[in-house]
Structure formats: structure tokens, C-alpha cells
């Protein structure tokens, strides 16, 4: 998974790297440390100079069944038989709703 430092994000989204924090804080965005050890957000959820639509949704669902931002990631993704392919290819391919509706049962 190709992951894009702050700065990468921020022009991206083309806001203040600041912004980009505020995304991490709020759930608009997940952070995850790289095999360095340095954050970075998934590449796959900018789209278009954009937050891939519904995805801050998503990532509240899952927060509020007790996951993780590593199993957060690891389950946007993982390939799903069921949509096909992962949450996240789902989300950016506007099947939103597909998504939530899993991530709302993930957790029970």
C-alpha cells in the first residue's frame, strides 16, 4: 500500500498540511506508520483532490465498533468476495453504501 506523508496529503487535498491533521484527528483520514516508522495516510484515499466519498463515515462506523486505525486499514483493504474486490475499491467506486453496510455489522 503506497502511503503519502502530510505534506503529499495537504497538496493533494490542496489545504494546509495543518488541515491534514485536523482530517487525522476528526476520522476524515486514517495515519498509519510505514516499516520506518514514519505516518503516512494510504494513498487510496485521496481521489480527485478529494476525501473519497463516504469513507469518513466508514472510518466513524468502525471506530465506533472498537477498531483500531491498523485494523481500520486492514479491513478498507482487504479484498472482500462478497462486493468484490476491497471497501476501499468499493468506496472509490461510489458503492458507498455496500461499504457502510458491512462496516456497520464488522463489529458484532
Do not use: C
Amino acid at each position: 500500500m503506497d502511503l503519502l506523508t502530510f505534506p503529499a496529503v495537504a497538496e493533494a487535498l490542496h489545504i494546509p498540511v495543518t488541515r491534514v491533521h485536523q482530517y487525522v484527528r476528526d476520522g476524515h483520514l486514517i495515519a498509519v506508520r510505514d516499516a520506518n516508522g514514519s505516518r503516512g495516510v494510504p494513498a487510496l484515499m485521496i481521489d480527485d483532490g478529494d476525501v473519497v466519498k463516504s469513507l469518513p463515515s466508514v472510518i466513524t462506523q468502525l471506530r465506533d465498533a472498537r477498531f483500531g486505525d491498523d485494523e481500520i486499514v486492514d479491513w478498507l483493504f482487504r479484498e472482500d468476495d462478497s462486493l468484490p474486490g476491497s471497501p476501499i475499491a468499493a468506496l472509490r467506486a461510489n458503492r458507498g453504501s455496500e461499504v457502510k453496510r458491512r462496516a456497520q455489522v464488522a463489529g458484532y
